[in-house]
């Protein structure tokens, strides 16, 4: 089976290796029958951790709150909140899809083809300004899964060839979630077209868009030491 992961209420990622349930040595009941759980560790998601990737309860002493501030009209400092919406551009051969409010700000696409992707233009995706081959290898390494690709009506949003659940930590950056390793728990809600194959959780503690990166960690100028 694989991995799972659950974030806990305002507390860290609890990484489950194994859902199957292993005895625990040197503990027993009051039965002196020997007790079981499943295996796992916790990661920290609140940023202050000493001892970073691993949870050392820190956010317990900085008061950490897995909530997301919400969109207040009075609140000017809200009114930036970027929408859960994905939008389409199209092309000649490829349509380009794009969530922004799932975006980590990896850069991948704007360093490796900006004749495509170009900050700060409207539309900031040309998909006509490249070859097709060349925007679908970019596309694929979107690490959030923002991004994803139609061609001939066809959506590709996942690898084609399956890949092995791993979690990468990303240096003064986000984890990084491949090959399906399921979010479980509570109000988790993936972005409008967002992928469950790939995509990225904040570790900064800063996100707007939490469980998920957005990005948070190059404003706030997360080290992770």
Known sequence: ?????????????YFINDMQPKVVY????????PLSTTVG????????SKNKPFCDGTHNVI????????LDENDDTKKT???????DYPGKEITVHDNRKICSHAAECVNNL???????????????ASKMNDIVDVVRRCPSGALSYSIDGVEYRDP????????????????HITGGIELIGENIQFGEGASKEHYTLCRCGA?????FCDGAHKSSKFNDG
């Open 1 to 13: 089976m694989k991995p799972k992961i659950l974030p806990l209420p305002n507390g860290p990622y």
């Open 26 to 33: 040197n503990l027993q009941n009051f039965k002196g029958k």
């Open 41 to 48: 560790l916790a990661l920290c998601r609140c940023g202050a």
């Open 63 to 70: 008061g950490f709150s897995s909530a997301n501030r919400t």
């Open 81 to 87: 909140a970027i929408k859960d919406k994905r939008r």
């Open 114 to 128: 900006s004749s495509v992707f170009k900050l700060g233009s409207r539309p900031w995706i040309n998909p006509d």
């Open 160 to 175: 084609e060839e399956q890949r092995n659940p791993i979690v990468t930590v990303l240096k003064n950056g986000p984890y």
């Open 207 to 211: 996100s707007e868009n939490k469980p």
